[in-house]
């Protein structure tokens, strides 16, 4: 492999180094000890919604091997692990708390704390529970204030002894995937209940940041994945539109209401028709725009857009499976995204470095207020397979990861407060619509054993780790 910048690169001293999962992604026991429906447990069951009709029964069966997943930490010389909290395990049918429920996430956090590992802790990454979904999900109002009952919850029992708190996972994901798309659960495909789901996940997280605060939480932030939107023509005006809608609903829909205090006002006319104004009331924004003490940064790739229809002999975007779907990006549903013949990864997302220092340093210049930042989410889908000496070979992941850590690196020389890095992912697990057909992880799981692999990209991020030293 390239000798890269970030394997020589003088890392601050208290640069956190770690890795990521999503509870509903890897637990399994879906339906174990209290815990109900989540969106995902009930969208699994349409038919065609996840591809080869996968399931969350099983997942990686980290709830009954989490101290095995720990030891495995342990061994990567991970100093952080980003996990989230299953509402649908906690509060199951968004009613009564679950004391096993928490029981599970109490062990996990000692077992860390016992390998000397800081736990991370997001509260929400897609698990609605499916019976709050029925009520209307994130388009009801009203599921902004469960959430915070919920927060409340999980702060009781964990706060004693969990310091950074993630309040929500990729809200586009969750709202306009999910409401829009019908991509993801809960698979509707309503545009103005997706920027009702925008603003209510927003709500909520304003909600809970406040009140997490007055309990004593001393680390509250967001996660928020975020791109470049490049126009693929950039002195084509109908280009330049077309990225500028794509920033606005990618990255400024969110950005904005937290660090600025309010909707971009290019972004309330594009979706003017289509309901968020409605949804919006007075104190909203002061509500939502909490100060945070860190921003989360998910990046896997950038986007070449355009506005104009892709030119014959275009490749087709993957997709999970063929049920129907409607574009996410709502008011803006004509804008394409033209291939640059780049490297791809197994997901079709094209490969580009600099995209992320790029992206950095953007968020540097344009808020002024913008506090401290964590990559929480980086990392690569690829073909791999165990050989027959027992070893995961994967050396494109690893030119990927050690790749986006010199981009971070690079972005660290510009000035930019980045603080800490968070491969994606631990494990190899269920990746929402495409199942068990796309792995992430930098440990291998054969998911008919269960027995864990840990790859070569991995064993290479333990090294970088080990050399820059155990958090302080």
């Avoid at 892709?310 to 574009?327: I, Q, R």
């Amino acid at each position: 492999m390239t000798r890269h910048l970030s394997q020589s690169f003088a890392w601050p001293e208290h640069f956190i180094w770690g890795s990521a999962t999503a509870a509903a992604q890897i637990e399994g026991a879906a339906h174990s000890h209290g815990k109900e429906d989540s969106i995902w447990d009930a969208f699994a069951r349409t038919p065609g919604a996840i591809a080869g009709g996968d399931d969350l029964q099983v997942a990686v069966d980290h709830y009954h091997r989490y101290s095995e997943d720990v030891a495995l930490m342990r061994e990567l010389h991970l100093e952080s692990y980003r996990f989230s909290t299953s509402w649908a395990r906690i509060v199951p049918g968004g009613r009564a708390v679950n004391q096993q429920g928490l029981d599970f996430y109490s062990r996990l956090v000692d077992e860390l704390l016992e390998h000397g590992i800081l736990p991370w802790l997001t509260l929400y990454h897609w698990d609605l529970p499916q019976a709050l979904e029925e009520l209307g999900g994130w388009a009801n109002r009203d599921t902004a204030f469960r959430f915070l009952e919920y927060a409340e919850v999980v702060h009781a029992k964990l706060g004693d002894r969990v310091t950074h708190w993630t309040t929500f996972n990729e809200p586009l994901c969750s709202s306009l995937i999910g409401y829009a798309a019908g991509e993801h659960a809960p698979g509707r495909r309503e545009p103005a209940a997706a920027l009702a789901a925008v603003h209510h996940q927003h709500l909520a997280h304003g909600l809970a940041t406040a009140r997490l605060r007055e309990l004593g939480a001393e680390h509250l932030g967001i996660t928020l994945n975020l791109t470049n939107a490049v126009p693929d023509d950039s002195a084509d005006p109908v280009d330049l539109e077309a990225a500028r809608r794509i920033d606005a609903l990618w990255n400024r829909m969110y950005l904005d209401p937290i660090l600025r205090g309010g909707y971009p006002a290019d972004l309330l006319e594009d979706v003017g028709d289509l309901g968020l104004n409605a949804v919006i009331k007075d104190a909203d924004a002061m509500l939502i725009a909490q100060p945070i003490d860190f921003l989360g940064v998910n990046h896997y790739h950038d986007d070449n857009v355009s506005g104009h229809p892709l030119a014959a002999g275009e490749p087709a975007a993957l997709v999970p499976t063929d049920s129907p779907k409607s574009s996410p990006f709502v008011g803006s549903e004509h804008v394409t995204f033209p291939t640059r013949h780049l490297p791809r990864t197994a997901m079709g997302w094209e490969v580009n470095p600099q995209g992320l220092r790029v992206l950095l340093n953007r968020l540097r210049d344009d808020y002024p207020n913008l506090p401290p930042l964590y990559i929480t989410e980086n990392g690569a889908a690829y073909e791999d397979a165990v050989t027959a000496q027992g070893t995961v070979e994967d050396p494109e992941r690893e030119e990927y990861i050690f790749s986006h850590l010199d981009a971070v690196a690079g972005a660290l020389s510009d000035g930019v407060d980045v603080r800490g890095y968070f491969l994606w992912s631990l494990l190899d697990n269920f990746e929402w619509a495409w199942g068990y057909n796309k792995r992430f992880g930098i440990i291998h799981v054969d998911y008919r054993t269960q027995q864990r692999t840990i790859k070569n990209s991995g064993r290479a991020y333990a090294r970088l780790i080990a050399a820059n030293r155990t958090m302080a």
